[in-house]
């Protein structure tokens, strides 16, 4: 398991809700990687939340999430990556998040702005930049009970049967979800230990 494998979170995985709640979920003690982000990304989540998504956060919802995050992983902030910016090449909006992922020696940010992250422009630095949905699938790959646990933890908090919390995560990573209903087979209630 690589537990302690630092992994820089976009804003536009962190501001997707359902998507972000299983991210966290996988970060948290039996933790499959390190989550990492930038004030930077925060705030542009704070952004996304409150003015951007098809039901907006309130002000002050928006700022308990960031409270409880900051709170929650506070080892998650990148600091002393405004210098790296100006030597940043990919794409101007989202050279932050790269300059963020350099600062912290992270080998992978996920991202659904793939193109904002040229892999010509990644490779010299020994970085990758992959799609929610692969490095979820990667993550089952490498420990499919941890996975299914947070999945059913999700439903648990919820009330909610896992196939409907893999209905909501179908929206934003469908691949993913498709292949934990497959996996799940005839016998959903098998993988509900956490």
């Not at 976009?10 to 990687?33: F, I, N, Q, S």
């Not at 999430?65 to 902030?77: D, G, I, K, L, R």
């Not at 101007?92 to 904002?116: G, P």
Request: aromatic share 8%.
């Amino acid at each position: 398991m690589h537990s302690d494998f630092p992994v820089i979170l976009d804003a536009c995985v962190l501001a997707t809700g359902a998507l972000c709640d299983l991210y966290l979920r996988l970060a948290e003690p039996p933790r499959l990687y390190i989550p990492m982000w930038s004030s930077e990304i925060l705030a542009e989540v704070h952004r996304t939340q409150t003015t951007k998504l098809k039901r907006p956060y309130t002000k002050e919802l928006a700022d308990y999430w960031q409270s409880e995050v900051t709170n929650t992983f506070p080892e998650a902030v990148v600091t002393g990556w405004e210098d790296l910016v100006v030597a940043m090449k990919n794409h101007e909006k989202d050279r932050h998040v790269l300059a963020a992922a350099v600062k912290a020696r992270s080998d992978l940010i996920v991202t659904f702005n793939l193109k904002h992250f040229p892999p010509s422009i990644l490779k010299p630095l020994g970085i990758n930049a992959v799609h929610p949905q692969d490095y979820l699938l990667t993550l089952w790959s490498m420990n499919p009970g941890v996975v299914m646990g947070k999945i059913a933890a999700i439903a648990r908090d919820e009330k909610i049967e896992i196939q409907d919390v893999l209905i909501r995560l179908g929206k934003s990573v469908p691949l993913f979800s498709s292949h934990i209903m497959q996996a799940m087979g005839d016998h959903p209630g098998e993988s509900d230990s956490n």
